[in-house]
């Protein structure tokens, strides 16, 4: 399937080549679509607005922001899936290419001249682009994709301002962080307009790597938590667990190559930070104690539902095929258990709100699940946190506001104390939200009113200029 998808892809980026620049700008146009304050999708809309218009570049990246943006009676969004841009970039430079590569590249070489013609043909087809849609600014939710170079250089290029979303957030981890600003530094200097962080700690990743000049970053939280945050303040989410039928037990899933065991990554000197090896020689054995134990706990507790939570991502990977094999070997027959869910598509803060005890490794999902006052239990099996891989985990300096399982005995007895008890005091809660407001920067659930003053400032200064 792939193979034929990069043929189909080879075809018409060739086809492409061969049109004019207008026509190409009407095959785009069809090809952008306006999110509706609904979440829904339309190809038709006016190409004028009275409204800053915003198109996002790489829609699927998101993370719901785009939505956030649309219900906004400041902004009209558009939007284009990535698909779409790789068709300009592959016109001419063919095969995979990374912008690195790009960065002083000899001038004397093939690549530069595809280059230069890529970056002429986009540059030609989007000034007749914004004639038909009046565009105000472009985003994007990071700085290493290929096909977004090259849009974003010809916008600026055109006055029309690019304004990053970056989209990580946790860089509490010190290899992750060496890692990004590694990345960054070897990009050279950032060639759009701004850049809106959720946190000081992206901030500060920008600023050491040279990459950005402080004035170019603003910290304003993550778009996401808007409603989630008024929902807590509202006290909407009181009581909600009580409401429910059935409990509800959930495992934000984690791969067994998971950077809390290791990472392989020419960025860094790995060995800096793991002098024995790469990948904790135990993160097996972890893996599959914890799953086995949940699927026990699962086939002991029938009235109770226990649903694993992976991204869509993860179930796509090489890593997927050892949980199955760990699921399989288990000695529990899944195909007998309704109370066992594995869903890659729930909505995570629907689903954080109506579990009573919550299971995490390192992603973000874990603060989420601590500001809404969920029991959350961290497994560290096999001695897990006298381990240099565990230096690196993000949350080592407040495992206070966890509940740690060191074995899968411990681990089910927090699991039935904490379905029979999922309080947390207000001491614990008060420390949740400060390492809350270290990840997202804000419990007033107002990320939007920053966004938006900084966005209409970005583009109001590029038409002063």
Same mark, same amino acid.
């Given at each position: ?7 189909i892809?080879k075809i018409?980026s060739q ?12 095959f785009?146009?069809?090809?952008i679509?306006?999110r509706h304050?609904?979440g829904?999708?339309?190809?038709l809309?006016k ?8 198109l996002a570049?790489?829609s699927?990246?998101y993370?719901g922001?785009?939505d ?14 990535q698909g779409?841009q ?6 001419n430079?063919?095969?995979k290419?990374y ?9 004397n070489?093939?690549l530069?001249?595809k280059?230069?013609?890529?970056q ?5 087809v989007l000034?007749?682009?914004?004639k038909?849609?009046s565009?105000?600014?472009?985003t994007t ?7 977004d ?15 990053m979303?970056y989209r990580e957030?946790n860089?509490m981890?010190p290899?992750?962080y ?6 960054m530094a ?5 060639h759009?307009s ?7 700690k ?9 990459f ?5 970053i ?9 409603a989630l945050v008024?929902n807590i ?9 009580k ?5 509800k !037990?959930?495992l +934000?899933y984690?791969?067994?190559?998971s950077s809390? #065991?290791? *990472?392989k990554n020419?960025?860094v000197?790995? %060995? /800096?930070y793991?002098?024995?090896?790469n990948?904790?020689d135990?993160?097996e054995r972890?893996f ?12 002991e507790?029938?009235d ?5 939570k992976?991204?869509?991502?993860f179930m ?10 760990v ?5 529990v027959d899944?195909k007998?258990?309704d109370n066992?869910?594995?869903d890659a ?6 689903l954080?709100?109506e579990?009573d005890?919550v299971?995490?490794g390192q ?5 989420e ?7 959350v239990?961290f497994?560290?099996?096999f001695e897990?946190?006298?381990t240099?891989y !565990?230096k690196? +985990?993000?949350?080592?300096n407040?495992?206070g506001? #966890?509940? *740690?399982?060191?074995s899968?005995?411990e681990? %089910? /007895?927090i ?7 999922p309080?947390?005091?207000d001491?614990i809660?008060e420390?949740?939200?400060e390492?809350?407001l270290?990840c ?26």
């Open positions: 399937m792939k193979d034929l998808n990069a043929l892809l018409i086809i492409i080549t061969l049109m004019p620049g207008f026509l190409i700008a009407i785009l146009r069809l090809a679509k306006q304050a609904n829904k999708d339309t190809v809309y190409n004028k607005s009275n409204k800053y218009t915003i570049l790489d699927e990246r993370r922001d785009l956030v943006l649309a219900k906004s009676d400041k902004f009209r969004v558009l939007h284009i899936r779409w790789m068709l300009l970039i592959q016109a430079l063919k095969g290419h912008i690195h590569e790009f960065k002083n590249i000899d001038k070489t093939d530069y001249n280059h230069k013609n890529t002429l043909l986009i540059t030609n000034t007749k682009l914004y038909i849609i565009i105000d600014c472009v939710v990071h700085f290493k994709y290929l096909p170079y090259y849009w974003t250089m010809a916008s600026e290029s055109l006055n029309i301002p690019y304004i979303l957030c860089l981890s290899i992750i060496d890692m990004v600003l590694s990345m070897s990009q050279g200097v950032f759009g701004h850049v809106i962080v959720h946190n000081q992206c901030k500060d990743v920008f600023i050491q790597s040279n950005a000049k402080e004035n170019m603003t910290i304003a939280s993550a778009l996401r938590m808007d008024n303040n509202q006290d909407k989410y009181k009581n909600i667990t409401e429910n039928k059935r409990k !037990f959930t +934000f984690f791969p067994v190559d809390m #065991f290791g *990472i020419n960025k000197d790995v %060995k /800096k793991y002098s024995s090896s990948y904790w135990k993160k972890f599959i104690q914890l799953h086995e134990t949940i699927l026990k706990l699962a086939d507790n029938r109770i539902d226990f649903i694993i992976p991204k869509d991502i796509h990977e090489k890593s997927w095929n050892f949980y199955e094999k699921v399989l070997k288990s000695g899944v007998k258990l066992y869910i594995v598509y729930a909505d995570v803060h629907s954080i709100v579990s005890v299971c995490v992603s973000s999902t874990t603060i699940s601590l500001i809404l006052g969920k029991r239990i497994p560290a099996f897990y946190m006298d240099e !565990f690196q +985990f993000p949350w080592r407040h495992l506001l #966890f509940d *740690i399982a060191t899968p005995t681990f %089910k /007895k699991f039935h104390n904490a379905m029979q008890s309080g947390i005091s001491n809660m420390k949740r939200k390492l809350y270290q997202f920067d804000d419990l007033t659930g107002d990320a939007i009113g920053r966004y938006t003053k900084t966005i209409i400032n970005v583009i109001d200064q590029h038409r002063c200029n």
